[in-house]
């Protein structure tokens, strides 16, 4: 039976570009979309009769926490993926069970410590970012009642990312992918209700939105794990599947700790150059705003290659499992292709549509200029970051998570934040304060480079050596 599971599963005997395309397409989807409600939420923000800009800035600050929960929350689902994929691939279920009851285990305790953080620990974070002076306490006042809502309430992204990625691995990404887009509806829906307070509801301003995406979560963590419990026929659901396993939890952080590090890295990096551009003269408070709202702006193109990436995972894993050589070279070749060309199509956009894009929001003369100097300047790195964003979905499908992990170490410390620091030094108002944007195309090109020098170095040691007649005599004993 086992057999039959492994040879009839799609994820082995279906043309790879096809499958790539099957399970891309849809997650594809889902993140443009997730991107597109964070820029929604924005624009609604934005645009309140008092204070729009000023909770354009609150959401700049908070969103390194968001992103580190987010960072925990895919990583641990990373790890589920692609153990769960190899497990299928090699035919072992009863390791598949264990590793898809665990990763649900590991979701309560996630939820658990960020409720605990969101009970004490908001207010040092959010102030530590105001080194210079420069934000205004309403502003601090509004990211911390933002963020404390969005960490207590965790568990909704929490339990979505770790059962979309379970239902990635199983073939089924479609569903995450109407799980997501019926979430972010509800997001959208709910955010001028709760925000500007119409049909009665009292008008809530920064709260209103963090209530908001709170909702959407949740109900995109509610429908994944029906799915999940529906659709996931080859895996047994029995309750003592989630009873902890010591061996199983290290085998999921082995591979998705690395891209909880390298996820987290980018929580640094966010909060480390805020740190720098709140310290900017004159433009301290409109920097770190442009920057936090270019973030949700590009998210619209990097979520494409974040999405190709996790259809490359469970792909490459599935045929590094059953030591099949010809898929993975196929499926690390098509991963390749289309992330480029979905980052060229991503750059000519913001290209054309910077200044339409930033008149979306309400923003003052300095911050729309920086804003339309920011989307046209880091835009030239999208290639360049969107292929090592694919390259580290390779690593971690051969399981090479060191390797992924240093990627995210070049594009966001090792090559961004000292040099941030150093042209920050020279920025002296607003008349050059756009030059601190080069630091992210200098970042992405340089890290590009070393990732192809290690993709060669982990080709030859993983896969090559499938070739030695001592491997082949191996695997025949």
Not at 74 to 79: A, D, L, N, P, Q
Not at 327 to 345: D, E, K, N, P, Q
């Amino acid at each position: 039976m086992d057999m039959k599971k492994r040879e009839y599963s799609k994820m082995g005997t279906e043309p790879v570009g096809k499958l790539m395309l099957t399970l891309g397409i849809p997650i594809v989807f889902s993140m443009m979309l997730q991107a597109v409600y964070n820029i929604v939420d924005s624009a609604y923000l934005s645009n309140m009769k008092e204070a729009g800009e000023e909770a354009l800035t609150a959401l700049g600050l908070a969103f390194p926490i968001q992103l580190f929960m987010v960072a925990v929350a895919i990583g641990t689902g990373v790890g589920t993926n692609a153990l769960l994929a190899k497990s299928m691939g090699q035919g072992k279920w009863e390791k598949a069970n264990q590793v898809a009851g665990n990763a649900g285990f590991l979701g309560v305790v996630i939820s658990v410590v960020f409720l605990i953080f969101g009970l004490v620990g908001i207010p040092a974070y959010v102030n530590s970012q105001n080194a210079g002076g420069a934000i205004h306490e309403m502003v601090l006042q509004m990211a911390v009642d933002y963020l404390r809502i969005c960490c207590c309430c965790s568990f909704g992204i929490v339990f979505f990312s770790i059962y979309e990625k379970i239902l990635q691995a199983t073939g089924r990404s479609l569903y995450s992918t109407i799980a997501q887009v019926v979430g972010a509806v509800v997001n959208i829906v709910m955010d001028p209700i709760l925000i500007y307070g119409w049909f009665g509801v009292p008008s809530m301003g920064v709260k209103g939105a963090a209530y908001a995406t709170i909702i959407g979560q949740i109900v995109s963590a509610g429908m994944v794990f029906f799915f999940h419990l529906k659709l996931n026929g080859e895996l047994d659901k029995k309750w003592y599947y989630s009873r902890p396993n010591a061996a199983i939890i290290k085998e999921i952080y082995a591979i998705g700790l690395p891209a909880i590090l390298s996820q987290a890295l980018l929580t640094a990096m966010t909060y480390g150059l805020n740190v720098i551009l709140a310290k900017l003269p004159e433009v301290g408070q409109n920097a770190v705003t442009v920057y936090g709202l270019y973030c949700k702006i590009q998210q619209m193109i990097i979520f494409a290659a974040v999405g190709v990436r996790d259809a490359i995972t469970p792909v490459v894993s599935f045929s590094f499992g059953m030591k099949n050589k010809k898929r993975i070279r196929a499926g690390i070749h098509f991963g390749l292709y289309f992330t480029t060309v979905l980052m060229v199509i991503g750059l000519l956009l913001m290209e054309s549509m910077a200044v339409p894009l930033t008149r979306f929001f309400s923003l003052s003369d300095v911050s729309y200029r920086l804003c339309v100097d920011c989307i046209r300047i880091v835009s030239l790195a999208f290639v360049f970051a969107g292929l090592c964003i694919a390259f580290q979905g390779i690593f971690q499908a051969i399981e090479c998570g060191v390797e992924s992990l240093l990627i995210s170490v070049g594009r966001q410390v090792l090559f961004v934040l000292p040099v941030a620091a150093i042209i920050g030094s020279f920025v002296t108002g607003v008349e050059n304060a756009s030059m601190i944007w080069w630091t992210f195309l200098l970042g992405e090109t340089l890290t590009l480079l070393c990732a192809g020098l290690m993709y060669v170095r982990a080709v030859k040691k993983k896969i090559g050596s499938w070739d030695s007649p001592s491997y082949q005599q191996e695997r025949v004993s």
